[in-house]
């Protein structure tokens, strides 16, 4: 997270659930949508499931040899009306133990002026969320979708370009009335010290963030690592380890060495 995000987080442990159509994403939860015929679809109020279930976009998904039977596009405000809901927080996926993944440093966490906040394997927020799926193709739905369906499942929105696929995107919804509004149209919500494993530094984190970083760890006894730029490849490797055994801090050390040595 960006280093604004990352002080608030440090200081009172929210991060702040966007509205879909606050994303940088101009596709985001709007899948095509066709119909065989002209009309116009009766407007109704759709229940929203956050957290799983019954995938049903396969089951309306129109199949490129049927595209010649579905003319006509409908203009769904789909988006709109699930972003005056429903927020989400979004995280990413690694088979890393540690995050080093340079883009995503740059991009998410403000030219790696942030931090990343590692969940435990336990933590129950990992069953609550879905997965974004990445696909050459736009979905094509039929419109009989939006009339037919009580609820819409947030996952069968998490759709987004492979262009995208670096990020292996993870998502955490709520209700904004859940959320705390801590000014106009932004919505915080807190995370558990209990679900969080570690916390990592960017390289380029300010000395004031580093401060709190290590207040984070005396106050809740949770791992905290700084990290530098490595001596060699364009890697990462710890300058300090706050919260480890001496056996652990060599092991996370040799763990970024290895992982330098790859880039």
Not at 16 to 44: A, H, M, T, V
Not at 142 to 152: A, F, H, P, Q, R
């Amino acid at each position: 997270m960006a280093a604004f995000a990352s002080d608030k987080f440090l200081d009172d442990q929210t991060v702040r659930f966007c509205q879909p159509n606050e994303y940088n994403d101009p596709f985001e939860l709007i899948p095509e949508i066709r119909l065989k015929e002209e009309l116009s679809l009766p407007s109704k109020n759709l229940g929203i499931d956050l957290s799983g279930g019954k995938p049903q976009f396969e089951e309306y998904e129109i199949l490129e040899s049927e595209l010649s039977d579905y003319k006509y596009h409908l203009n769904s405000n789909l988006v709109t009306e699930v972003s005056k809901l429903v927020g989400c927080t979004c995280f990413s996926y690694s088979e890393a133990s540690i995050p080093v993944n340079l883009l995503m440093w740059a991009h998410y966490a403000e030219s790696h002026k942030g931090i990343a906040i590692q969940l435990k394997d336990r933590s129950a927020l990992i069953q609550d969320m879905s997965p974004v799926v990445y696909r050459k193709r736009r979905p094509i739905i039929n419109g009989k979708y939006l009339s037919e369906s009580e609820v819409i499942s947030m996952r069968d929105l998490y759709v987004k370009s492979d262009h995208w696929e670096y990020e292996s995107e993870y998502r955490l919804s709520r209700r904004l009335e859940d959320c705390s509004e801590v000014s106009d149209g932004i919505f915080v919500s807190k995370i558990s010290p209990c679900d969080i494993e570690r916390i990592v530094l960017g390289v380029n984190a300010a000395p004031e963030l580093r401060e709190k970083a290590f207040k984070f760890y005396k106050q809740h006894n949770i791992q905290v690592i700084l990290t530098r730029r490595a001596s060699s490849g364009f890697g990462f490797e710890p300058s300090t380890v706050f919260g480890a055994e001496y056996s652990d801090a060599v092991s996370i050390t040799e763990w970024y060495r290895y992982e330098s040595a790859q880039t």
